[in-house]
């Protein structure tokens, strides 16, 4: 079953997905339902166009968790950064999930480089470089590995 949402057409996952972004619900259930929404489908075409209103909602959605976020805390906006660095991964937007990667090792490094599990070493910098530069941010990887 599908639904019109935004000018294209969607799953009942993909809606349910939705429905708990609008409720800033931000844990691995809700990528578990991204993931279904993103594999559920009979042909390519209905795939394509399910990947897409996801990709096209997760952008949607980043900036008003990211407020709502900010005034809860840098816990908070640590754990919305870091799932929708995981969300667009899903989703197959590999700008976004960089951007989003990247400000939680920003976000780490200012607030937690006391807290041994969070803080940012050296090589998750360097695998962000190459994660950059593998996928074609060239000027993301150059500008990184010089400050490294």
Same mark, same amino acid.
């Given at each position: 079953?599908?639904?019109?949402?935004?000018?294209? /057409?969607? /799953?009942?996952?993909?809606?349910?997905?939705?429905?708990?972004?609008?409720?800033?619900?931000?844990?691995?259930?809700?990528?578990?339902?991204?993931?279904?929404?993103?594999?559920?489908?009979?042909?390519?075409?209905?795939?394509?166009? /399910?990947?897409?209103?996801?990709?096209?909602?997760?952008?949607?959605?980043?900036?008003?968790?990211?407020?709502?976020?900010?005034?809860?805390?840098?816990?908070?906006?640590?754990?919305?950064?870091?799932?929708?660095?995981?969300?667009?991964?899903?989703?197959?937007?590999?700008?976004?999930?960089?951007?989003?990667?990247?400000?939680?090792?920003?976000?780490?490094?200012?607030?937690?480089?006391?807290?041994?599990?969070?803080?940012?070493?050296?090589?998750?910098?360097?695998?962000?470089?190459?994660?950059?530069?593998?996928?074609?941010?060239?000027?993301?990887?150059?500008?990184?590995?010089?400050?490294?």
């Amino acid at each position: 079953a599908h639904q019109r949402h935004g000018g294209g /057409t969607i /799953t009942n996952a993909l809606s349910l997905f939705a429905s708990r972004l609008s409720h800033h619900r931000f844990a691995d259930e809700e990528l578990r339902v991204l993931e279904a929404a993103l594999s559920a489908g009979g042909d390519v075409a209905a795939l394509l166009s /399910t990947r897409s209103a996801a990709r096209k909602l997760l952008r949607e959605s980043v900036a008003g968790a990211c407020a709502a976020a900010a005034v809860e805390g840098d816990g908070a906006r640590l754990s919305v950064a870091d799932f929708f660095a995981r969300a667009f991964a899903l989703s197959g937007d590999v700008e976004s999930c960089l951007a989003m990667r990247y400000e939680a090792l920003v976000l780490r490094e200012a607030k937690y480089s006391d807290d041994l599990d969070l803080h940012v070493f050296h090589e998750e910098w360097l695998t962000f470089a190459q994660d950059s530069l593998d996928n074609g941010f060239y000027t993301i990887a150059s500008k990184l590995v010089s400050v490294v």
